[in-house]
């Protein structure tokens, strides 16, 4: 099982371009997660689906747009990027364990630039 | 303010050494997590505690929910142990995680 993976690992766009991160989970878990970290910040989730068919807005979502396109796959799309949007981007899935609630698992990471 | 804040920031060691690391909380929680970050960036989860304490090798967290507190400790600190160590909390109710800013452990020989 690959678990999460992320693609691109690593990209530079110029202001104003769009582009659109990939993330596939292979362990059958409902949920997914959007994240971007930045220095000094904790994680900040931008946006989430809880099942197939359902996306829900976190705490960043502000320039950001997400298709969960089934079961496998979130996706993050910046129509119009910003330097404010220069970050480290994580997707995650979420698996419930037994009677413990849910455990996440994160994706390998894309480092955005945005010049 | 944040709702999840960690201590230390930052902690240096010696090999060998008994390493607490610290996570205070704000909110009613239903499970607390401690996750690990390498230093080439990527992110595991330690463990998940709705009460009590927990021990995975080395590592032991335990968790206090009345003084909303946790403690990530790590028993014979060993180099390779050098990261960043992630408290995030979920709220009561809800599905997401609020992450502490982390506390970065360098572990020297």
């Known amino acids: 099982n690959a678990g999460v993976t992320q693609t691109p690992k690593f990209q530079v766009l110029k202001t104003g371009q769009s582009m659109t991160l990939q993330c596939a989970q292979d362990?059958?878990?409902?949920?997914m997660y959007w994240y971007r970290q930045d220095p000094g910040m904790g994680l900040r989730l931008i946006y989430y689906?809880?099942?197939?068919?359902?996306?829900d807005k976190g705490e960043v979502p502000n320039g950001y747009n997400v298709s969960r396109l089934n079961k496998r796959e979130f996706s993050l799309r910046l129509e119009s990027a910003a330097p404010s949007q220069t970050s480290v981007y994580f997707c995650?899935?979420?698996?419930?364990?037994?009677?413990?609630?849910?455990?996440?698992?994160f994706g390998p990471g894309t480092r955005l630039l945005v010049l | 303010k944040n709702e999840v804040e960690q201590s230390p920031q930052n902690l240096t060691a010696q090999e060998g050494e008994f390493i607490t690391i610290n996570c205070s909380y704000s909110?009613?929680?239903?499970?607390l997590h401690w996750l690990q970050q390498h230093p080439g960036g990527g992110i595991v989860s330690l463990f998940m505690?709705?009460?009590g304490k927990k021990k995975h090798g080395r590592l032991i967290a335990t968790i206090n929910i009345q003084e909303k507190h946790s403690s990530l400790h790590i028993t014979a600190s060993h180099p390779r142990d050098s990261a960043v160590y992630i408290c995030?909390?979920?709220?009561?109710?809800?599905?997401?995680?609020?992450f502490g800013k982390g506390t970065k452990l360098t572990v020297n020989p």
């Open positions: 909110v009613g929680i239903s499970a």
């Open positions: 995650a899935s979420g698996g419930r364990d037994r009677g413990n609630g849910e455990t996440q698992y």
């Open positions: 505690l709705s009460s």
């Open positions: 995030a909390v979920r709220p009561g109710g809800s599905e997401k995680l609020v």
């Open positions: 362990m059958n878990h409902n949920s």
């Open positions: 689906s809880a099942s197939e068919g359902t996306t």
